[in-house]
Each structure stands twice: as C-alpha cells, then as structure tokens.
C-alpha cells in the first residue's frame, strides 16, 4: 500500500492530537490545514475532540463551513455554540453566520444574528 504526503501529514497531525489541548492556536490551524486539503471530516473531528472550546475554536470552524458554502452547517454550528455555552460570538462567527443567512434566503435568522451582534 502506498500512502500519499497528504494521508501522511493527516496521520501525523491526528496522532498529535491529543498534546493539541492547551494550544489553540496549533490546533485551529490544523483544522484550517484539514479543510484546506479537503479533509472537513478531520477538521471537524479535532474541533469535537477539544474538552475545551473557546471563541477563536468556534470561530474557526465555523468560518470554515462558511468558506466552502456549507451553510446549513454554519448555522447549526453558530446556534450550538451560541446554546451550548458561555461563549459570544465574535465579529468572525457574525459575519459567517450572517452570509449563511444570506446565501439561504433565511431572514428570520439573520435577525437572530444580528440581535446577537447588537447584543453584544
């Protein structure tokens, strides 16, 4: 079996893992990594690997899904974190959730993120 760079570097990055828990900055930039190279399954496995997320976690994948125009996804992704914790939403999280809204046609919602970024 051959195995490519990219399966490579993924293997390596996947089996650093779990050293990635106090450095947000390495690990969102593995998720940038993952979903650049077509990898959002991996990406988003070390984003639900974290036991603690903060905003610039929520945020990075969350502008992730925006990027490649998954944006049911955005949205469901910026209502778990606005729900599932203490956490608000910066102006990244904002601005892909209100292109969400945008790019689905979806007012209702938009409102709903933009009281958050009013709120704020």
């Keep these: 079996m051959i195995i490519n760079e990219d399966e490579m570097m993924q293997n390596h990055m996947l089996s650093h893992n779990e050293n990635m828990q106090g450095t947000c900055e390495l690990t969102c ?70 292109k969400a809204c945008s790019a689905l046609s979806s007012l209702q919602n938009g409102k709903i993120v933009h009281d958050d970024a009013v709120w704020k």
């Design 29 to 98: 930039l593995f998720m940038r990594t993952f979903a650049s190279c077509g990898s959002l399954p991996d990406a988003m496995w070390i984003f639900r690997s974290l036991e603690k997320k903060n905003v610039f976690s929520w945020s990075t994948i969350i502008s992730i899904h925006s990027r490649i125009n998954k944006f049911e996804h955005t949205l469901s992704l910026y209502y778990e974190m606005v729900r599932s914790s203490s956490i608000r939403p910066d102006f990244r999280c904002i601005l892909a959730a209100l």
